[in-house]
């Protein structure tokens, strides 16, 4: 009975452990969030998953982190109204939910003249595109398909071994 108890145990862990080892994304690396850097450049090729965590670091007060709802506002650097902005200087954001997502600091004019806005996509987190990439979505990452791919696949045999000991 004890070895059946470990065993599902060991399957709910695995089936919550994709979620677990979600990735932390460094907003614009060792530069952290600031004016004058190419965030569009620095985001091609990350891939984005619900679940990950976007981390803006920068000087407290010297910026600010808000998250617009549509690319014209976007473009425009216009803060909607009633919306949170972040000012820590050490602000984590967890993406929740899949889609296009604008951030942007409403700080002087950073947004405006100095281009300090960031745009992405974010996948779903199981892996499965719930729409069709446009041309300009960053491709699926090697890694993390072949991450995936070998993390299912051990803990597909690990279960499989495990139920067979359970059965003698």
Known sequence: MASSSFLISFAIVACFAPSILAIEHIVGDDKGWTTNFDYQTWAQGKEFRVGDK???????????V????????????LK???VETLTSGS??????????????CVVAE???AANQKLAITVLP???????????????????????????????AFVIGFLGMLNLF
């Open 110 to 112: 950073h947004c405006e």
């Open 125 to 155: 987190q199981d892996g499965s595109d719930a729409s069709s990439p446009s041309p300009n979505s960053p491709p699926l990452s090697a890694a993390r398909a072949s991450f995936d791919s070998i993390y299912y696949g051990v803990m």
């Open 54 to 64: 976007l981390v803006f670091n920068y000087p407290a007060g010297a910026h600010s």
């Open 66 to 77: 808000v998250r617009v709802g549509d690319a014209p506002s976007f473009q425009q650097c």
């Open 80 to 82: 909607p109204d009633n």
């Open 91 to 104: 602000d984590v954001i967890t993406l929740a939910t899949p889609g296009k997502k604008w951030y942007i």
